[in-house]
């Protein structure tokens, strides 16, 4: 059973950085493609990139200058880094596995962590 | 970027009906190479992570009932659900993945009526 858990700091202060780690179990972090999604709360969904299990990745263009997505295969996990947030950050952040078909759609998620940006 | 557009907003459908969710894509998302619809339908209840239902726009993920039905190519899609049941009752969003980003439709609220 693939299971995915985010953890990190529940409350960042506006011109900060978010940092989330996404910690993965019952699967290899390689061969596969991990993704970030986030969802402001009682909005839409938005994809905010992935990276492949070699370190490769691909971001949103829209977070793309604040982003880094990072992966450390011996500990088999992932993490985001966003700098420089405001409230429009604020939202539950979910990692998730892309599919062995095609990594940009996500065949397991974590339940997601909320992130508020308040100072 | 792909905008995903997904009609209507909300519906209410009477147990043992059919919802019919549509997502259209302002650009193709098929592929000539593979003759492949980059396209899939999440399922989200309430409190709860996304669920993946559906990828290439038919193909039903393991475990997925067969009354959760994809149809649709190019930039129309549909998500069909047959005989609904009280537990269908979530937010439906449309995804493509043909090229980054990998955007979603705005999402559907299905209730019971």
């Known amino acids: 059973q693939v299971q995915l858990q985010e953890s990190g700091p529940g409350l960042v202060k506006p011109s900060e950085t978010l940092s989330l780690t996404c910690s993965v179990s019952?699967?290899?972090?390689?061969?596969?493609?991990w993704n970030w999604i986030r969802q402001p709360p009682g909005k839409g969904l938005e994809w905010i990139g992935f990276?492949?299990?070699?370190?490769?990745?691909i971001y949103n263009p829209s977070l793309r200058s604040r982003l880094t997505i990072s992966v450390d295969t011996s500990k088999n996990q992932f993490s985001l880094k966003l700098t420089s947030v405001t409230a429009a950050d604020t939202a539950v952040y979910y990692c998730?596995?892309?599919?062995?078909?095609?990594?940009?759609?996500?065949?397991?998620w974590g339940q997601g962590t909320l992130v508020t940006v308040s100072s | 970027d792909i905008v995903m557009t997904q009609s209507p907003d909300s519906l209410a459908v009477s147990l043992g009906e059919r919802a019919t969710i549509n997502c259209k894509s302002s650009?193709?998302?098929?592929?000539?190479?593979?003759?492949?619809?980059?396209l899939a339908w999440h399922q989200q209840k309430p409190g709860q992570p996304p669920k993946l239902l559906i990828y290439?726009?038919?193909t039903r993920d393991s475990g997925v009932p067969d009354r959760f039905s994809g149809s649709g190519s190019g930039t129309d899609f549909t998500l069909t659900i047959s005989n609904l049941q009280a537990e269908d009752v979530a937010v439906y969003y449309c995804?493509?993945?043909?090229?980054?980003?990998?955007?979603f439709g705005q999402g559907t609220k299905l209730e019971i009526q």
């Open positions: 998730a596995r892309g599919s062995a078909a095609h990594g940009g759609y996500s065949d397991y």
């Open positions: 019952g699967a290899s972090i390689s061969p596969y493609y």
């Open positions: 990276i492949y299990y070699d370190g490769s990745a």
């Open positions: 650009q193709s998302v098929l592929s000539s190479s593979n003759n492949k619809n980059y």
């Open positions: 290439w726009a038919s």
């Open positions: 995804q493509h993945y043909y090229s980054a980003p990998y955007t």
